[in-house]
């Protein structure tokens, strides 16, 4: 059975790691909102993680030494992100998987680069994350301008003429991914009737929903979460409007159609092929599925981020975070999601955003390419 001890900030109280590991144990880190309003993404995080060290463990550990996993919760706050980050770093640990929020991976990153920790980030995508230079950071998933381009051609396609609307929720990622794919859209000239922000934790979305009725919106884009999207979707629906929504890949997990109800029916959002169809995937997610866990949205991604470390540090004959960064970037990888390689700047080498949309009964599918 996997080891996990969880920590965090709450009430800013003083954080502190346990010291029952062994020496010879190897500890390593999953951290992201493990509490909070995006805490279910925290949970597929948690869930990836957990099951990649019990099947490494299994496996005979890393290096011939059993690894120990430690889990941080920086409930999405920017602030608590890099104490989480500092507080792992003082403990030597050597590869951290997260954060969620590109709000905390950015802080979090410069931390861990001080610190000497190997970041590797299952689901930030502001392009940010990677374009500082710093020697230790990789994402497993894409990025905000390769997501925006997709959103924005699939707009263009089925829009055409139509009034769009851009709302973000002034996060680094929802206001960075709200931004992306309105500069695909006016590069293609096509120019939206709003561009308005909001503030994440907001409930009332009624002057913004009367205001979209005002201007006769099509296409609402949502730049943010899914408890805001989910709540803009009912309130718009309860002033009569049928305007289409279409959203990120933060609107990846059935907590939003918990929100909604049947009302999701014909909601966009973007995200790479589903993980759970690959033939890579099929025998890990037999796994997850006879554990009553689905795993969905980033759960695979942080599976993968894990084999990615655990190979390269085999192949490197070490753990020391530089080495075991150098031969990542230097090789390909097997993993859940595939065979993965990264560039020098810590990105996946392919674009692999498409389409989903949810139904009236709280599942979702990925539109076919020829629609």
């Known amino acids: 059975m996997t080891s996990i001890k969880l920590f965090g900030l709450a009430l800013g109280a003083t954080l502190a790691l346990s010291t029952t590991a062994f020496a010879q144990d190897i500890n390593v880190a999953v951290a ?114 390769q997501q925006g381009g997709v959103a924005a051609e699939y707009i263009l396609k089925h829009f055409k003429g139509k009034n769009i609307a ?42 913004i929903v009367s205001r979209l009725k005002r201007e006769n919106i099509d296409l609402v884009y949502i730049g943010g979460y899914y408890l805001e999207a989910g709540l803009i979707l009912r309130q718009m629906r309860d002033q009569g409007l049928k305007t289409v929504m279409m959203a990120g890949d933060a609107m990846n997990d059935r907590e939003f159609a918990s929100i909604t109800g049947p009302l999701a029916a014909g909601t966009l959002f973007t995200f790479g092929p589903d993980p759970r169809n690959k033939p890579t995937a099929k025998a890990i997610v037999e796994k997850f599925k006879a554990k009553n866990v689905d795993p969905e949205g980033y759960t695979l991604y942080t599976y993968a981020a894990f084999q990615v470390w655990s190979q390269a540090a085999t192949k490197a004959g070490t753990t020391d975070p530089k080495k075991v960064m150098a031969a990542i970037k230097a090789g390909e990888w097997d993993t859940v999601l595939g065979k993965l390689s990264f560039d020098a700047k810590g990105d996946i080498k392919m674009i692999d955003y498409v389409v989903y949309k949810w139904d009236d009964k709280g599942n979702y599918a990925e539109v076919a390419a020829e629609n």
């Open 32 to 145: 992201g909102p493990m509490t909070g309003s995006e805490a279910a993404f925290g949970r597929q995080l948690a869930n990836g993680a957990d099951l990649a060290v019990a099947d490494l463990n299994a496996a005979g550990g890393v290096l011939g030494k059993k690894l120990v996993l430690q889990t941080g919760d920086d409930a999405c706050d920017p602030k608590q992100a890099r104490s989480v980050a500092e507080k792992l770093a003082s403990a030597k640990v050597p590869f951290v998987a997260g954060h969620f929020c590109s709000s905390s991976s950015i802080p979090a990153s410069e931390a861990y680069a001080d610190g000497n920790v190997l970041q590797i980030t299952p689901a930030s995508t502001n392009p940010l994350f990677t374009e500082r230079k710093l020697w230790n950071v990789l994402r497993i998933c894409g990025r905000d301008d």
């Open 166 to 207: 851009i709302l973000n929720d002034k996060t680094t990622y929802g206001k960075g991914l709200a931004d992306e794919t309105k500069k695909a859209l006016n590069k293609a000239g096509v120019q939206e009737k709003i561009f308005e922000s909001y503030n994440k934790g907001d409930k009332d979305f009624n002057s």
